[in-house]
């Protein structure tokens, strides 16, 4: 159960994310952004294996590693939050300059002609 | 050994970190200071660079063929991070920081009053791009990935103006999903093998259970797909020319290392992790970077020749460069890969100059069209409306002839024609690919004559507008800076250097492709280090 819903979580993330990234308007192309980066986080998370209950360091007299959950996971996922959030900071940004430069928030700087 | 010695390998990405962090401290108006910190540091990390490469030229310590690993905190290799110096990593830092150095010195004339925090941000590029280099697994990779390019994302915008924000908003994006798909791969790999140290890799990847193989190549291929929009592989490097032709000429100059990080990583990882014996996974994707060099290597050519603007035609040129490299390694040949490195080199160090040149040369034409108007007040200011620190301090004498020279030598570089150091590393590829046979050696060979000839014809062309068609009463003279005048220079005595000691070069650049194809030397290396 927990599996279907974690799998369908990072779908729909992904779904909605690259066809948010895919739209004209740069603040839809950064909230596309961030959704994908929600569902990658998740994704390298279940890499390590879904389990609920286990700990995620060893004590001594009990190294037995069936019994914890993997903790190299858990570190790429806080590095890869850090980075992607700073980023997207980093894109807002560019995207303000963007429209305060060309006047428009369309990604290519200018609408396209109809 | 030495202790200090010991510690080396860590110096070019320590080194422009700490400095970097110190330059914060430091209002921008210091700009002698800063200017004075930030040629120390490259000066050191050169210095460092060359005697990494020395060292691992004349082989490790007890003799024979071996990297150097260090290992952070000391903790043994598979479960630690480890940093490895081998022939191919020291040579790719020392290109880095030559290409750096000179790069830093174009800018100090005056690039680096167009905007803030440009040394900075230079030196955390610099730091990205040796630790990529110099890293041993993955994970790190991509840290070191992300570091470079958050900085390449502010030197893009250097110097801002609307064509500049246009297709840095681009950069990014594009960038930022190829870092999301690199994530995927490497959780992917991680899920399936247990383990993100390169060499530990190429231990597990001949024991993957045949169910899991399927999964484990679909991680390595989203992973590739990650490195080769990086380093602008047909269809994935529509981004690179307009970025970079829009970036200001020292950026885009050190830009040209940052597709060869993505090369550098397809080359390491096809032939370590992708060996003959690596069971199942022998040779994945290999036709694939074959087919994908091919297309690049067209295309590249194709924009060159119908490139208006000389920084265009240096994009483009920067494209044919790593269509080459790819091309070379999806043969998976150990001579042909030897010519590719060797030609790598060379080309980097041309291509950085092409961007130099090409600003230079287009100087007084569209200035006004380029430096844009202030988006933020406070951080910016003009560096043209100055006319007092708009003065780049000694002035070349007679600049047209000694642009045209240095034009002459960085086409030849490019186009691959004697008697310069690119020839020699295209005649080696060429050789070793007759030698080849089958219709990927003669269709390699045929890409590689069309490219030099498409860049030859390109380069002409833009030259003689540039050079010879000059209104000189309608223009103002071209003015060359002292330190633009070395930069420039610099860059091209490293090409001159390649040819006059091509015989060096191309040993040690054989070498590596020999060190590269036995993977086993390199994962005891790393593996074996910490027993």
């Keep these: 159960m927990t599996q279907i819903v974690l799998a369908l979580a990072i779908g729909v993330l992904t779904a909605s994310g690259v066809w948010l990234m895919l739209r004209p308007r740069t603040f839809q192309v950064v909230i596309g952004l961030s959704l994908v980066s929600y569902a990658v986080n998740l994704f390298i998370f279940s890499m390590g294996r879904l389990r609920s209950g286990a700990a995620a360091f060893t004590s001594k007299g009990a190294e037995d590693p069936a019994l914890y959950a993997d903790p190299t996971p858990q570190a790429l996922v806080l590095t890869a939050i850090v980075i992607s959030f700073a980023l997207t900071a980093l894109f807002l940004v560019v995207l303000l300059a963007s429209r305060g430069e060309t006047g428009s928030d369309h990604v290519d700087g200018q609408e396209t002609p109809e | ?531």
């Design chain 2, 1 to 531: 050994m030495t202790d200090w010695q010991e510690h080396l390998i860590i110096g070019p990405i320590v080194l422009p970190m700490v400095i970097a962090a110190a330059m914060l401290l430091f209002d921008e108006r210091r700009r002698l200071l800063k200017g004075g910190l930030s040629l120390f540091a490259m000066a050191a990390i050169l210095v460092m660079a060359l005697a990494l490469l020395h060292e691992s030229a004349t082989g490790a310590a007890g003799g024979g063929d071996t990297a150097r690993v260090y290992q952070l905190g000391d903790w043994p290799a598979p479960f630690g991070i480890v940093l490895v110096a081998d022939r191919l990593s020291t040579l790719m830092v020392a290109l880095t920081s030559v290409l750096g150095a000179c790069s830093m010195i174009f800018a100090l004339a005056r690039w680096d009053r167009a905007g803030p925090r440009f040394h900075a941000l230079f030196l955390l590029l610099v730091m990205g791009v040796n630790g990529a280099f110099l890293t041993g697994d993955l994970f790190n990779l991509f840290v070191f990935f992300e570091i470079m390019l958050a900085a390449s994302y502010g030197l893009a915008l250097h110097g801002s103006g609307e064509a500049r924000i246009r297709a840095g908003l681009a950069y990014i994006a594009v960038n930022l999903t190829a870092s999301m798909l690199f994530l995927i791969g490497v959780s992917l790999i991680y899920g399936v093998t247990g383990t993100l140290n390169m060499a530990d890799l190429a231990v597990r990847i001949p024991q993957i259970a045949a169910a899991d193989r399927g999964l484990f190549h679909v991680g390595a291929a989203v992973l590739g797909v990650a490195f080769l929009t990086k380093c602008a592989m047909w269809p994935l490097g529509f981004w690179l020319t307009t970025t970079y032709s829009a970036a200001s000429a020292p950026a885009a100059a050190v830009f040209a290392i940052l597709s060869k990080v993505g090369a550098y990583v397809i080359i390491r990882l096809s032939f370590l992790l992708f060996a003959p014996d690596s069971g199942d996974s022998a040779g994945f994707g290999q036709l694939w970077i074959l087919l994908g060099g091919l297309a690049t290597i067209g295309f590249g050519t194709a924009g060159l020749i119908a490139a208006r603007d000389l920084s265009i035609a240096a994009a483009y040129a920067v494209i044919v460069s790593s269509g080459t490299v790819l091309a070379a390694v999806g043969t998976g040949n150990a001579d042909v890969l030897g010519g590719a490195v060797f030609y790598l080199v060379g080309s980097t160090l041309a291509c950085g100059a092409l961007f130099m040149l090409a600003e230079v040369l287009n100087r007084g034409q569209d200035l006004g069209a380029r430096s844009g108007r202030a988006v933020f007040d406070d951080e910016y200011f003009d560096p043209f409306d100055d006319e007092e620190r708009n003065e780049p301090g000694l002035v070349i004498p007679a600049a047209v002839a000694a642009l045209g020279g240095a034009f002459l030598i960085s086409t030849l570089m490019i186009a691959g024609l004697p008697p310069l150091a690119g020839f020699i590393g295209k005649l080696a590829m060429m050789e070793a690919l007759s030698g080849l046979g089958g219709w990927a050696g003669y269709g390699v060979i045929a890409a590689l004559s069309l490219a030099s000839l498409g860049a030859l014809i390109g380069l002409t062309r833009l030259g003689m507008a540039a050079l010879w068609a000059r209104d000189d009463d309608a223009e103002p003279a071209i003015v060359v800076g002292a330190a633009e005048g070395v930069a420039i220079a610099g860059l091209l005595a490293a090409c001159l250097f390649l040819a006059v000691f091509g015989e060096a070069g191309f040993t040690y650049a054989d070498h590596t492709a020999d060190w590269l194809v036995r993977p086993d030397a390199y994962i005891r290396a790393v593996l074996g280090g910490g027993a």
